[in-house]
């Protein structure tokens, strides 16, 4: 008996110990006093960051220091999205009419325009690429049809999915332009893709899977979409989606959902992350970050439980391609690392 006195509390240290040395260091903060959305982190060293105001920032040492920009002649632009290839080469998205694509080469000097598209209504909402070759971006639906675009070139040229292969959305229905994630790979071939607003649902080929999360109102509905093979299931597919209600975003309502079936069956965490949350990035199979306006969540166990380590205001986390560090951007030209125990 005595024995099992002093090692439950020792237990309790360590895990205690083990959650607080999960903290956010930041690494910059009001760059240009811009809104960060898009993240893009090719190794432990090289990070890509992009924003309003036509903002794009670059780091090649781990964040220590940063090259900021203006692109030119889109100095009002917002660019919600960037993936960068290495410390050269990153595409940047901007979201709205006109909306558009550039690509740079030589480390953000130069800017070259891949595709442009001046279409009423239009909102391009985030990118994915599977490789340095094969891309996709999704935007909000135009006349009832989600906007699709995809590339084989590197971001060179875009070509737009034909009309009659475009997934219909409903009425209220959209996506989010949060963090750049409501879009990812499912396999080497395929992606996926989340929607918000009045209907919340997660779009797989031809399906459309209703989700377990908040909807009904333009705030509500899922924001990111996070996927990774499973340890248990070595045929299916591991999805952690994340949400809410920016509108509240302290919030823990139907704020998030799980799914080891590639979205057969879905499931809720016992405790959910602490609010509204843009962005979810796995950083191992079992171990997953979660980010939003109202705070920072952890999970250890694959989505099931989650606590809170700040309440710091960011809008996008990602883990490097090439690297296991794991940084994060928001509201004031912020960015931050996950400092974790590996």
């Known amino acids: 008996m005595q024995q099992k006195f002093f090692y439950i509390p ?17 690494l910059v903060s009001a760059a240009n006093k811009t809104s960060l959305r898009g993240l893009s982190v090719v190794s432990n060293k090289i990070i890509w960051v992009s924003g309003s105001k036509g903002t794009v920032g670059r780091s090649t040492d781990a964040g220590k220091t940063w090259q900021w920009m203006t692109v030119k002649n889109f100095e009002t632009k917002d660019f919600r999205d960037i993936e960068a290839f290495d410390k050269n080469t990153a595409v940047i ?33 985030a990118m994915e690429f599977w490789n340095d070759v094969s891309g996709i971006a999704v935007g909000d639906p135009i006349d009832g049809k989600f906007y699709i675009i995809r590339t084989f070139s590197s971001g060179d040229h875009w070509q737009k999915i034909p009309d009659n292969k475009l997934p219909t959305a409903e009425t209220g229905e959209g996506c989010f332009a949060s963090s750049g994630t409501n879009v990812r790979a499912l396999n ?85 992350p602490h609010g509204y949350r843009s962005c979810v990035e796995f950083i191992t199979k079992e171990k997953l970050i979660c980010c939003g306006t109202s705070g920072i969540d952890i999970s250890e166990d694959g989505g099931m439980n989650w606590k809170l380590i700040s309440t710091e205001s960011f809008h996008v986390c990602r883990k490097a391609k090439k690297g296991n560090t794991i940084f994060l951007a928001g509201t004031g030209g912020k960015v931050a690392k996950l400092i974790w125990e590996k």
């Open 188 to 272: 080497k071939q395929e992606a996926c893709f989340i929607s918000g607003g009045l209907r919340s649902r997660l779009f797989i080929r031809d399906q459309k899977i209703d989700l377990p999360i908040i909807q009904g109102r333009e705030s509500t509905g899922a924001n990111s979409v996070a996927i990774a093979d499973h340890k248990k299931l070595k045929h299916s597919k591991h999805i952690i989606i994340v949400g809410g209600d920016f509108a509240k975003d302290t919030s823990t309502e139907k704020n998030c959902c799980i799914s080891d079936d590639a979205g057969k069956t879905w499931t809720t965490p016992a405790t959910p």
């Open 93 to 125: 998205m901007a979201i709205a009419e006109p909306a558009v694509i550039l690509k740079t080469t030589d480390g953000g000097k130069n800017w070259k325009t891949v595709f442009t598209d001046s279409t009423k209504g239009i909102f391009l909402d």
């Open 10 to 26: 020792f237990i309790f240290f360590l895990l205690v110990a083990r959650i607080s040395a999960q903290q956010i260091q930041t």
